[in-house]
């Protein structure tokens, strides 16, 4: 990224699952097609300001640790059946929090317009 470009904030949602699931998967779909540069997930009351309505919120993720999947809708393979593995996390409340998507050569950007939560 160069030094005059700003990262946007692209989704902010709580995703809620009856808890007797094993697994889970959630789709976030975008009007656009964007670069993932960052996956972040806020922690129990943590505070987020944002430009968004009320300008404040407060993050709502439970349990307190948890292992996630990253799957994006690969964009530059349009005939592609399957989604791109993006990543994964291993979310931990006070610890791991975020993880860097396309940072490098063994990562490179992907245009999406869906990204797929499995966890």
Known sequence: MSA???PDLLFFDTFSHD???ELNLDLVQFPKSVYVREIRIIPL????EGDFPGG????ATNPTKFHIDFFVNDLS???ASTFEALGSLDYC???QIH???GSGLDQPR???DGLVLRG
């Open 4 to 6: 005059n470009e700003q």
């Open 99 to 101: 993880m860097e998507c």
């Open 93 to 95: 409340q006070n610890g």
């Open 45 to 48: 009351g943590a505070r987020v």
């Open 56 to 59: 404040v919120r407060l993050g």
């Open 77 to 79: 393979k349009p005939g």
């Open 19 to 21: 808890t007797s699931e």
């Open 110 to 112: 992907i245009p999406t």
